[in-house]
């Protein structure tokens, strides 16, 4: 089930990874508004194909605060338009990591990457139920409608937890449902790669970031985008006494190296996928 969803949901983005290359604007569909929620000072900012793979349904830029200095990690990174405009927004002292699973969407982001000039910036191939980082090495985890679409939700927010620093910090766009709402309901309501049918209710949402022990946790809507589906911002904290994880069994075999590397640079072990 779990690798039938995540095949599900690669090729989907594959394919509007290749019609962006291609030259086409993909990014339609249920949840998905795209560039349009990114201010024009930042669009002008990117490459056009960064603009033009923008798949999300909010801009998790304008909530995250992030400050000169910080690492940011973008899980779902897709062809790195946030991961670029953190980069900026960290500085040169900074770092921002994308984390995808589908090779379209990770070398359409190292092009833009490269168009952009960006060099604080790091992209990594793996699932968002596996980051392959290191414990507490994160400021602040990130990301744009991706949540929805995981297989293990609860996986999702464990990670999230480890690879943040204590008093490390979440941003997050998501499409959530009303807690009226059963899975076969929002099953019927649209589908997984459209960020429907995957998507946790508000109270599922809550619980399992708060099961992961993140604390301060809050959903703000934003707009609506099916009957009883909205487009949320998603904030919580790692709590500053928080104890370092360790690296889970079920992470990438290659997160040992990752994570060895991203130590050497920071000069030890820190305090965002």
């Known amino acids: 089930m779990t690798s039938d969803i995540h095949e599900t949901v690669r090729e989907h983005y594959a394919e509007a990874a290749r019609q962006v290359l291609a030259g086409d604007s993909c990014c339609g569909g249920a949840g998905s508004y795209g560039s349009s929620l990114y201010s024009a000072l930042e669009r002008q900012e990117l490459p056009d194909t960064a603009v033009m793979a923008s798949l999300g349904c909010g801009n998790p830029i304008a909530v995250a605060e992030l400050h000169d200095g910080e690492r940011v990690l973008d899980l779902g990174s897709g062809g790195g338009i946030d991961v670029l405009l953190s ?36 992209f990594l191939k793996g699932n968002i139920e596996a ?98 589906m909205f487009s949320v911002i998603v904030k919580a904290t790692k709590p500053a006494s928080s104890a370092t994880a360790s690296t889970p069994a079920g992470a990438p075999a290659d997160s040992a190296r990752a994570g060895a590397a991203v130590q050497a640079e920071r000069g030890c072990c820190g305090g965002r996928s």
Do not use: W, Y
């Not at 766009?173 to 019927?188: G, N, P, Y």
């Open 131 to 228: 980051i392959p980082l290191p414990a507490e090495s994160i400021d602040v985890v990130i990301s744009n409608c991706v949540v929805n679409l995981a297989a293990d939700k609860q996986s999702v927010f464990r990670e999230i937890a480890r690879v943040l620093r204590p008093g490390g910090r979440i941003g997050i766009t998501d499409i959530v449902a009303d807690d009226t709402l059963d899975a076969e309901r929002r099953a019927q309501l649209g589908s997984l790669e459209g960020c429907i049918a995957g998507a946790l209710s508000f109270s599922e949402f809550r619980t399992g970031l708060e099961t992961a022990g993140l604390v301060d946790v809050s959903l703000t809507v934003t707009h609506p985008v099916a009957e009883g």
């Open 87 to 122: 980069a900026r927004r960290v500085g040169p002292t900074g770092r921002a990591f994308g984390l995808d699973m589908t090779d379209e969407m990770l070398a359409l982001a190292q092009k833009n990457a490269a168009q952009a000039g960006a060099t604080n910036v790091e």
